[in-house]
């Protein structure tokens, strides 16, 4: 069973400062890698995701993904106030063989951007 | 952007009564998802469904719940009879495939407590 560990589990940093995120996964198998952002009383949104070993980047974010290490990194640039949620890691397996986009998250990250 | 709609956002039922859950997905989805998640902890998959079958369900996934979606109209979560340990938050997310690289779109949630 696939599983999820972030790190770290809470961060303050002042805006403009850029901000790295962890995540590790136990199955080198597994398919797409995603981050999405949660604010509280609300559901998670998708930021990016990746599947390929490498780097993406999208605007201000860069993720960087190792399947040999079984590691994927989030980096935001110029890290701004609004940015302050929770940013949970999940992976994309499955358990039978069957592509059914089960989602396996992480506990999350709370960032903390001050002004 | 596309939206996924709950209902009700919160919800409070005695141990044993029958809850259901509902979940507007985008419109023109295929694939749903309930995911669960208990205060503190890591967001949890509960079950997908598509075509009117259940392709994938976890070991949360009692046999107290079932899910349905009749002819296009709300998919729901139904819980029948409910425990206090099903006191959690629900999010209903949808996606158009259902392959890893598909991004899902999550309800902001409803919160249900079993007294």
């Known amino acids: 069973q696939e599983k999820v560990q972030q790190s770290p589990e809470s961060l303050i940093v002042p805006e403009g400062a850029m901000v790295s995120l962890n995540c590790s996964f136990s199955?080198?198998?597994?398919?797409s890698i995603w981050w999405y952002q949660q604010h509280p009383g609300k559901g998670p949104k998708a930021l990016i995701?990746?599947?390929?070993?490498g780097n993406k980047k999208e605007g201000r974010l860069t993720v960087y993904l190792n399947r040999a290490s079984l590691h994927v990194s989030l980096h935001i640039k110029d890290s701004q106030p609004s940015d302050s949620a929770v940013y949970l890691c999940?992976?994309?397996?499955?358990?039978?063989?069957?592509?059914?986009?089960?989602?396996?998250f992480g506990h999350g990250t709370i960032l903390r951007v001050h002004p | 952007g596309p939206k996924v709609l709950q209902i009700p956002s919160h919800q409070i039922i005695d141990m044993g009564q029958m809850v259901t859950l509902n979940c507007d997905p985008v419109?023109?989805?295929?694939?749903f998802y309930w995911y669960k998640q208990i205060l503190g902890q890591q967001m949890e998959f509960l079950v997908n469904?598509?075509?009117?079958?259940?392709?994938?369900k976890s070991k949360l996934f009692k046999d107290q719940f079932s899910v349905e979606r009749p002819d296009g109209s709300y998919f729901t979560l139904k819980i029948q009879p409910t425990a206090l340990e099903d006191s959690a938050v629900y999010f209903c997310?949808?996606?158009?495939?259902?392959?890893?690289?598909?991004?899902?779109?999550f309800g902001p949630g409803t919160r249900l407590t079993v007294l």
């Open positions: 997310a949808s996606s158009f495939r259902d392959w890893g690289g598909a991004e899902q779109y």
């Open positions: 199955d080198s198998a597994s398919q």
């Open positions: 995701s990746i599947f390929s070993n």
């Open positions: 999940a992976v994309s397996s499955h358990d039978t063989g069957a592509n059914t986009g089960k989602l396996t």
């Open positions: 419109s023109n989805h295929l694939y």
């Open positions: 469904f598509y075509n009117g079958k259940v392709m994938e």
